[in-house]
């Protein structure tokens, strides 16, 4: 493909980036922003806002059944999930990073140093992969299909969301904890809401300390902390000297630090078929509303994601909506390791044996 097909097509992709912001912005939806962010906390925000847009033309024109994506997947992936995507189907451009990728070495007593393409490293020389995004194009367009748009193999379904009651996933409550004492927080317990002036939860940078009350059940307690933790990960106006900044801490506001946090939660809690939206959504249109409109859109729903996401990833806990199907990864890499010993076995055959293809059927 030229390089001025590309930049066209980036170009087009960007402009509807800005389009559906805008939108969001103009209708003050981050309901609905939120909401499908929850289904895809593995893409970025960007990308969320791209697939919905995307998804959403393709349903008003008849093209897909679904009135929301679900998970989405590239044209071979869902092969290797053994399902195919059906003819007629186009699939939603989104945003790749395009890295540049370097390797170097640090030959014993040395400093690191970048290698060239066909060097080969020292005996005894360590070595390291590095990348950066091209400076010149930091983005590439990549496709994906929503499941609405394949047929083949089912795939398993999401557990049903139950309402914030009873008991949290197994697991939850002590990662949660976990990360928050390894960003030097000690977690106290309040005996009822009276205690910390009404609040479900409060994080402390005075004393570094988080306290959610302990008279809620374990899935409440288990969002609650959810949402300090975001706190802790996203508002923290301390300086290199550890006091407290507070031209930092007045650079977001009151209202938009409280949407953040609930939101990151909010996608918590979805990841673990936990629907705390009854809770959540009134909460996060509450302080929206304080600030005359989220007025950082974009950047907000940046961060909760990326903040979303580095919770879930530390989390030992079975997880839900990251937007990809279930065990792809895991299939995709099955399918490489078992290609080197497929056309090994092919290669081994006697002389004139009839070749049949192997791979992935198209």
């Given at each position: ?147 609405s748009q394949t047929e083949g193999e089912p795939i398993p379904e999401p557990p049903t969301p139950v309402l914030l009651a009873g008991r949290a996933t197994e697991g939850l409550w002590s ?188």
């Open positions: 493909m030229k390089a001025d097909d590309v930049d066209d097509r980036l170009k087009a992709v960007q402009e509807m980036l800005t389009a559906s912001v805008e939108d969001l912005f103009a209708s003050d939806d981050w309901r609905a922003a939120l909401s499908a962010a929850a289904r895809f906390h593995n893409y970025s925000f960007d990308n969320v806002l791209l697939i919905h847009a995307q998804h959403h033309a393709a349903f008003v024109d008849g093209r897909v059944s679904a009135p929301e994506p679900s998970m989405v997947a590239g044209f071979r992936q869902w092969q290797a999930m053994g399902r195919q995507v059906q003819g007629g189907q186009h699939g939603y451009r989104i945003l790749r990073p395009n890295r540049v990728q370097w390797r170097e070495t640090k030959d014993p007593g040395g400093e690191w140093r970048r290698m060239a393409r066909t060097e080969r490293p020292q005996p005894g020389a360590s070595l390291r992969q590095r990348s950066r995004l091209n400076p010149n194009r930091p983005f590439d367009l990549a496709t994906v299909f929503d499941i990662g949660l904890t976990e990360q928050v004492a390894s960003r030097g927080f000690v977690l106290r317990d309040a005996p009822s809401a009276a205690s910390l002036g009404g609040a479900n939860g409060v994080t402390s940078w005075a004393d570094v300390s988080v306290t959610v009350r302990a008279d809620m059940d374990d899935a409440a307690r288990a969002k609650t902390l959810s949402h300090e933790l975001g706190h802790v990960i996203l508002h923290d106006p301390r300086g290199p000297d550890s006091s407290i900044d507070l031209d930092a801490a007045m650079l977001v506001t009151r209202g938009v630090k409280e949407v953040e946090a609930e939101s990151v939660a909010f996608l918590i809690g979805a990841a673990h078929g936990m629907d705390t939206s009854d809770y959540s959504l009134p909460y996060i249109s509450t302080w929206a509303s304080r600030d005359d409109g989220i007025s950082v859109v974009r950047q907000s729903g940046t961060r909760v994601i990326a903040t979303a996401r580095k919770i879930l990833d530390a989390l030992p806990t079975q997880q839900w909506g990251s937007g990809q199907p279930p065990g792809m990864v895991e299939r995709v890499e099955q399918l490489r390791r078992e290609a080197p010993t497929l056309h090994a076995r092919r290669d081994r055959r006697p002389a004139g044996a009839a070749r049949t293809a192997v791979g992935v059927s198209r």
